[in-house]
């Protein structure tokens, strides 16, 4: 992918720079930098740029001024936002954002991004256009946010009106009694006046829906609330890969591109811990049991899944001793020498040493090579 990166402050330009080149498992190219967003608007005039690393709040101008002005002339263009405050993130789905990064930029949420402007510019390229009928979509691995059929990120009254949705779509095979859902979702307050939060919870849902298209959102049966509304969602594309019964490279790679973050991971409900745990436990199972039991695996591909499993648990002692000996059988030694050094500076912040096996192993390699 070309690239350029826009803003104000010299030193997060070259720290950001810094940190996509260091990311060798992306093609990704800087064609420019720019501390001024007319000049960066001027080069997309010149050269086919694909994404843009856009600072939000810029000293001559806001950017989601600029994001307009750049997508409307380039539609296909992808942008991720760099911001300093998270609330600017549901501004940054307004304009159809890739996605956006908090300052300071953390390696991992950047691999996230640039892994989700991967997969958005493979999808891009000639899709026909779908016969059936447009759908919702909820995006609830990683960030949160729902899609309507025109592909504009619903806007929620209030917090518990989300949470509400998100629950009854969770469980939308089954009819769900209004006395679970107000334990569930009004756990501190007592069963009337839960109850009541709930009736004028459901009234809001059912209003915001319907006036997305949907006639009859919520049902309601024997004081049972389903919601009746068809959402598509990355949690099930996400489930159906977990049930495959045999994995190839496709559906791996189709695993490490849906799961972009944990379920629902910067939400506080309570109900979604489980979910959450348990979601994550079946990617890196079916992850650990296709790089050990899988004969011949691509190695990229490989590369990748041990990446992300030390990613979902990053002081896991046999995944860091699995990606120790992939790197050894590959002999890329200073990728050894630092991954070993990453080993000990992470396990040094939480007091312990590295473990024995790793150890001797990497010492074996030293010697041997």
Known sequence: MNIIIVDDEKMAIDVLSIMIKRLTQFQVSIQGTFTNAVDALGFLEKEAIELVFLDIEMIDVHGMQIARQMLQKHPSLQ??????????????????????????????????????????????????PMNKKSLFYAHT??????????????????????????????????????????????????????????????????????????????????????????????????????????????????????????YLVEEDYLWAVQIRLRLKQGVLHVLEQYVTSTNSVNSLLKFNCLQMMLQLDEFNEQYMFLLLEFLIEQNKKQDCLKFFETIQAKLAEIGLSVPERIHRRYNEYLVNV
Request: hydrophobic fraction near 40%.
């Open 79 to 128: 942008i991720i936002f760099v911001t300093a405050h998270s609330q600017f993130a549901v501004d940054a789905f307004e304009v159809e954002a890739t996605d956006y990064l908090l300052k300071p930029v953390h390696e991992k949420r950047l691999i996230k991004a640039l892994t989700k402007a991967q997969k958005k510019s493979q999808l891009q390229v000639n899709v026909p």
């Open 141 to 262: 691995l990683g960030s949160f946010y729902l899609l309507d059929p025109q592909q504009e990120v619903v806007k929620w009254r209030t917090r518990k009106v989300r949470e509400l949705f998100l629950f009854l779509l969770f469980n939308q095979k089954r009819p769900m009694s209004n006395a679970i859902i107000s334990e569930e979702l009004w756990i501190n307050l007592d069963f009337e006046k839960a109850s009541s939060n709930l009736h004028t919870s459901i009234y809001q849902l059912r209003k915001l829906l319907k006036e997305k298209g949907i006639q009859d959102p919520i049902q309601l049966v024997n004081n049972h609330y389903q919601l009746n509304a068809e959402i598509e969602s990355d949690y099930e594309e996400l489930i159906q890969l977990l049930e495959r019964e045999k994995h190839d490279e496709k559906s791996i790679q189709q695993l490490i591109n849906c799961y972009e973050g944990d």
